[in-house]
């Protein structure tokens, strides 16, 4: 009787301690990553001014930052702002008397990317806009802030690591800002570190 319960004892005791003997796999990454990126470029108004659309600076330059939570498949989901000027309308009375009207906008998105093919990328986002506006002349300065709740972008965006926690990518980008139905696009160079 204490053979049978000593081989019993034996085989439930040695699976346990083999299960608890077992080293960690020393080829274990790390599948999940968070990546910060900031970038820089251009930004062209789509013009739907009714008043001053000839004296009205479309182009400008735009800041865009991005925080993805990035798992080990192909999509990612992160937030993206940044700070975009829509336009600015310089005009010029007959008496010399100059005005300026500005619109900028900061957005609040969240995204979501997907990697289509190694380094190439799409994204689109959705959420919140805060859009600033400015009018001078006259001595005076008149400003208003508006939120828009319904904006949305799309994106396609290459990609190239330098390391393994540095990249540097390009990338195209379409706003769209539903409070004032104005529209841009980007053209913009970015850097990115992997945390």
Known sequence: MSKKLFIIGLLVVFPALAVFSQKHDSLNVKLNHYSLAIGLGWVHYINTLEIGADNATINSPGLSMRFFWEPEHRLSLGLETGFY??????????????????????????????????????????????????????????????????????????????????????????????KTADWLYSLQVFVAVRL
Not at 90 to 111: E, R, V
């Open 85 to 178: 000027r829509l336009f600015k309308v310089k005009s010029k009375t007959y008496t010399d008397i100059t005005g300026q009207a500005t619109m900028s906008a900061i957005p609040l998105l969240l995204a979501v990317r997907m990697r289509v093919v190694d380094r190439f990328y799409l994204s689109v986002g959705a959420g919140l806009a805060a859009m600033f506006n400015k009018v001078s002349g006259i001595d005076k300065t008149i400003s208003s802030t508006i939120v828009s709740y319904s904006n949305y972008q799309f994106s396609a965006s290459y990609i190239y690591p330098l390391s393994k926690s540095w990249q540097i990518g390009g990338e195209f980008k379409v706003l769209n800002f539903g």
